[in-house]
């Protein structure tokens, strides 16, 4: 029987498999590559992993992210595919953005949906878009962006026990109107490219865990970028990386909470 630290230890391994892999592909062909979320918090608190993660997080400019997701797609590296919207053969259920994710792992969501969905062991890979300049046009991305991935959680993703209930019922009443995944994927991606019709003040992470206000980032923090240890390996951060971790946390971020648990995304399987 393993112990949740083993657990822990465990997955963390497998993330920084698919680290190293991906990591290697952007520096073999020029794609600049930014850490981000949990995964920056911890580099620069922690020199690693935060104590009780199991995920890593990435974040490049869209053009980036296209040419990555080409590459991964045709040609991943062994023992690994891509998923995303792009990827007919591995459409995740509801994520507008790429994961890099591990064949056979071993690893599954530590809290499948009940409605016969969970998510799939991989890292996160986020594209950055413009954001327009103007309030309106910024409240229209901000708005169809949070609908589009909330609905698309809701017809095509998972259910806990809380939410099975509220799901089952809203489903076969929607579905009518929004037939597919890739129906809602090209709604997304069209909001997603607003910024690219006008004038932008900016860059977003749509599909970032922190809301429209704290994904939103100045241009001139990517305009560069600094080396940031990550257990043992040297990945790249945005010159920008302090006002990105003050958005996210708060300026407090350099003091870890008091907090004994894990972070509850995946679990070993159990055979």
Request: glycine content about 10%.
């Amino acid at each position: 029987m393993f112990s949740k630290d083993q657990d822990l230890a465990s997955i963390q391994r497998g993330v920084l498999s698919l680290v190293r892999a991906l990591v290697g592909i952007c520096e073999r062909e020029g794609i600049p590559y930014f850490i981000c979320g949990g995964t920056l918090l911890g580099a620069a608190r922690h020199g690693g992993f935060i104590p009780w993660d199991d995920d890593a997080d990435f974040v490049m400019l869209r053009k980036d992210y296209r040419r990555l997701e080409k590459i991964l797609i045709d040609d991943p590296p062994p023992g690994t595919y891509w998923a995303s919207v792009s990827n007919p053969a591995h459409f995740p259920t509801n994520h507008f953005f790429g994961k890099l994710c591990l064949k056979d792992s071993g690893i599954e969501d530590r809290d499948p949906g009940s409605l016969g969905v969970s998510h799939v062991f991989g890292i996160d890979v986020l594209p950055l878009d413009l954001r327009p300049a103007g309030a309106g046009a910024r409240l229209r991305q901000r708005f169809f962006s949070y609908y589009y991935q909330h609905l698309s959680s809701l017809l095509f993703g998972g259910a806990s026990r809380r939410h099975a209930l509220v799901k089952k019922i809203l489903r076969p009443l929607l579905l009518p109107f929004y037939g597919s995944k890739e129906e809602l994927a090209g709604l997304f991606a069209r909001v997603a490219a607003m910024g690219e019709t006008g004038a932008a003040d900016g860059y977003v992470s749509l599909c970032g865990r922190y809301g429209y206000r704290c994904e939103s980032f100045r241009p001139e923090w990517f305009d560069s970028t600094v080396p940031m240890q990550f257990e043992g390996l040297t990945l790249t951060a945005a010159v920008g990386w302090r006002e990105m971790l003050e958005l996210a946390y708060g300026k407090n971020w350099i003091h870890p909470p008091k907090f004994t648990g894990t972070n509850c995304h995946y679990r070993l399987a159990r055979t």
